[in-house]
């Protein structure tokens, strides 16, 4: 359904996971990219992975850092400046803690990353999207915008915030017609674990163990079916589990 005019995607998290397989589903389909994240080798290796698909142009800069944010967005060549579809994807939960237990730096990188840093690059890419009256914002967020499981506390704040957010957006753009969206995903076999567990790799991979967990080519699926859509639909808002999964905390696990 997409028109002729070829699409550039700002996707962030591209480095790893969901956005990196959104990243190849996308190029494949000839979808030009903007492919972001702070691992400069992954983005080199994506670039050349990806080139000869679609135009990949990459941006390394860190989401909780606000000028860098705005520097890297403003430096864009003129030929990725109409920016179509934005993947608001980076993010992780850091730790996994009894609330009296939390660390106060993992709140910070929690509350940084999944929520102002999605709030800093919005901001940075909206106004060009209001300009034209047109564009599509899909905001990764999570069973834990959802619901509130045990030791998800801070996570689950952010994530919740995004589900907010990506209201809020929809509501305050809808003037403009630029489509808002969010998928929740339970649980997704990614990086996501190490970093929650601080790269204790066996603890991370115990969690997709005993069950077939969702892989992120199932989400990149998704987003791609969302932008492939004809304008006037909006798929508003997915929660989208493994088959294995009942909420965020009842899973058929088989020993
Ligand atoms: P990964 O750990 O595999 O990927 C996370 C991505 O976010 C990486 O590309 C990383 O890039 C980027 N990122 C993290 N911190 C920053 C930062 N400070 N600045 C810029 N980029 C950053 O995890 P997933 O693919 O699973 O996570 C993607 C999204 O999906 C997240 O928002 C997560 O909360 C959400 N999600 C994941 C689920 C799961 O079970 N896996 C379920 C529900 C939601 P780099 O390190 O290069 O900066
Ligand atoms: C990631 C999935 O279940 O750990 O958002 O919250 S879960």
């Known amino acids: 359904h997409l028109p002729n005019k070829k699409f550039i995607a700002f996707i962030t998290g591209a480095t790893s996971g969901i956005g ?12 030009d990219l903007i492919l972001c994240g702070r691992r400069q080798a992954s983005l080199d290796a994506l670039r050349k992975e990806l080139s000869r698909y679609a135009k990949i ?8 850092d606000k000028e860098a944010v705005f520097n890297a967005i403003d430096s864009l060549p003129a030929d990725f400046f109409d920016i179509d579809i934005l993947v608001n994807n980076a993010g992780n939960a850091h730790g996994f803690d009894d609330f009296d237990e939390g660390n106060l730096d993992d709140w910070d990188a929690m509350l940084d990353i999944n929520v102002k840093g999605l709030l800093y690059v919005s901001k940075a890419i909206i106004p060009n999207m209001v300009r034209k009256k047109s564009g599509h914002i899909i905001n990764i967020g999570s069973i834990a915008g959802k619901e509130v499981y045990p030791k998800g506390n801070v996570y689950c704040a952010s994530k919740h915030a995004v589900d907010a957010i990506n209201q809020g957006m929809r509501i305050d753009l809808n003037q403009y017609n630029i489509r808002v969206g969010a998928i929740h995903p339970g649980l997704v076999e990614t990086g996501f674990s190490d970093v929650r567990f601080k790269g204790d790799t066996e603890r991370a991979s115990e969690t997709y163990k005993g069950y077939k967990p969702l892989q992120p080519e199932d989400i990149a699926d998704i987003i791609h079916f969302m932008v492939t859509r004809p304008y006037h639909v909006n798929i508003a808002d997915l ?3 493994p088959t294995a999964q009942a909420n965020a905390t009842i899973v058929n696990k088989q020993p």
């Not at 990196?20 to 979808?31: G, H, R």
């Not at 142009?57 to 909780?64: C, E, G, I, P, Y």
């Open 239 to 241: 929660l989208v589990m």
């Open 57 to 64: 142009h990459t941006l390394n800069f860190d989401v909780r």
């Open 20 to 31: 990196l397989e959104t990243a190849k589903l996308f190029a494949l389909n000839k979808i």
